[in-house]
């Protein structure tokens, strides 16, 4: 692998600029912008149904992140939203399964939204281009988060 300098290597670098770059994204909403179950309902079957193509940065409680540039794909049989590198083939494409708990499904949860205009000027357009101009941030019970980073 090639170094990139200062001892990280190049792809490791790159994931770290978009979990610096994400998180830039997202803390300008998440204690603000709360939003219902149903209109994190809405969000999700729009992000389903119309393929909105999304980046899923999820957070551990313990600061483990991992991302996946795909689509919302599924609501599986056990209650956890699908995110898949190919749209239509979670079994055969990367893919991240994150539990929904509640009754009905996410009541457990809470929900953020924010777009672009929240985000300071100087960095607007830049990380819009590359995330999205919107997201949805779901704040699990475990203290996980998942923030979906998407254009509508």
Do not use: W
Not at 58 to 83: H, K, W
Not at 100 to 129: H, M, T, V, Y
Not at 143 to 152: D, E
């Amino acid at each position: 692998m090639v170094s990139a300098g200062l001892g990280v290597s190049a792809p490791a670098r790159h994931a770290s600029s978009i979990l610096t770059k994400s998180a830039k994204f997202t803390r300008f909403f998440i204690s603000t912008n709360t939003i219902p179950l149903n209109e994190a309902a809405l969000l999700l079957d729009k992000l389903l149904t119309e393929s909105i193509p999304v980046v899923a940065v999820f957070v551990s409680p313990e600061g483990s992140r991992t991302i996946l540039r795909g689509f919302v794909d599924n609501i599986t049989a056990d209650d956890d939203i699908l995110v898949s590198a190919i749209k239509g083939k979670p079994a055969t494409s990367s893919k991240l399964s994150i539990p929904f708990p509640g009754e009905p499904l996410g009541s457990d949860c809470r929900f953020g939204f924010g777009d672009k205009r929240e985000i300071d000027e100087s960095q607007r357009e830049e990380l819009a281009a590359k995330y999205g101009d919107a997201a949805l941030v779901v704040f699990l019970p475990s203290g996980s988060r998942l923030n979906l980073l998407f254009t509508p």
